[in-house]
């Protein structure tokens, strides 16, 4: 039973407990709350954990410790690499409290995953992006393909809720196609207002997009409405059905904490955009 108040799971385990050296490979997860997860959120450890080239389909539930493809919180040295995941109903992958030390390295990998039909199902007001990695530094986002994503694709920000800071990753190489909502593509710093916790450091970089808005409504493909040290950088844009008012697919700044800094340092170039006004896509170019 996979219901709302049920926990159904692939590989588990409790907080507390002391892991490592596992690897999980070559499985297939179907019709469960949460596919594979290493978990130290709360206390004990985790490290050298890996989750390579499963298939990870229908897994549900939208509360808190359900949806999960792939999750990890807390892990030193976790790679999740490889995996087919589809239609996973909060977020295809999870990576919680890497590094909390600034400019250090727990080993975060999620790269060269291929993530379909995201919250096609099960789709609420609130926003569950394919991968998200939160409270924490040192994420490394590479090489993914997102296809048909209904709630964002890729966010990394850091938790004013939370008391936690984030950032010294990278967000490159991925390709995300077909956003299915308006809700923005790839999302780089908090989505209320920051206090003194602060995302810094980020890159976002080669990463090719394309949308039909009329499939998935106007919204910024990229947006980074707080950080420090923010590059978004050589990515490539493909949009069609343009609508007829202005449409901007980098956006920057909104939420502001009363007399801090919330954009600072940020460095947008040679960034590619093609569009075109009807949905048969005919592209026209300039550059951003």
């Keep these: ?23 999980v490979a070559y499985c297939r997860f179907k019709n469960l709350n949460v596919g594979v997860a290493f978990n130290a959120e709360s206390s004990g450890s985790a490290a050298n954990c890996f989750a390579l080239y499963n298939t990870i389909e229908d897994i549900t539930g939208t509360e808190g410790g359900q949806g999960y493809g792939a999750f990890a919180s807390k892990v030193t040295n976790v790679q999740i690499v490889g995996n087919s995941i589809s239609r996973c109903q909060r977020h295809s992958i999870y990576t919680s409290r890497g590094s909390t030390v600034p400019g250090t390295d727990f080993g975060v990998i999620i790269h060269s995953n291929i993530i379909r039909d995201h ?11 394919a991968i998200m990695c939160v409270r924490g530094y040192g994420y490394s986002v590479k090489n993914n393909k997102i296809i048909d994503y209904k709630d964002g694709a890729i966010m990394v920000i850091q938790d004013t809720v939370d008391l936690t800071s984030a950032g010294f990753s990278v967000i490159e190489g991925n390709e995300l196609n077909e956003r299915k909502n308006a809700v923005f593509s790839i999302m780089v710093g908090e989505q209320l207002d920051p206090t003194s916790y602060r995302l810094r450091n980020v890159r976002v970089a ?21 950080g420090t040290n923010v590059d978004v950088v050589d990515n490539r844009f493909y949009v069609a059905s343009i609508p007829n008012s202005t449409y901007a697919p980098i956006g920057i700044g909104e939420y502001s904490a009363a007399g801090a800094t919330d954009l600072d340092n940020i460095f947008i170039s040679r960034n590619v955009f093609r569009g075109s006004l009807a949905s048969a896509f005919t592209p026209t170019s300039q550059y951003l």
Aim: no cysteine; proline share 4%; charged share 10%.
């Design 1 to 23: 039973n996979t219901g709302a108040t049920y926990f159904q799971r692939g590989v588990y385990n409790n907080s507390g407990q002391t892991l490592s050296d596992i690897v």
């Design 119 to 129: 919250r096609s199902v099960g789709f609420s007001a609130n926003t569950y992006p």
């Design 206 to 226: 080669n990463n090719n997009i394309t949308t039909d808005i009329s499939v998935g409504g106007y919204q910024h493909e990229i947006y980074v409405p707080n």
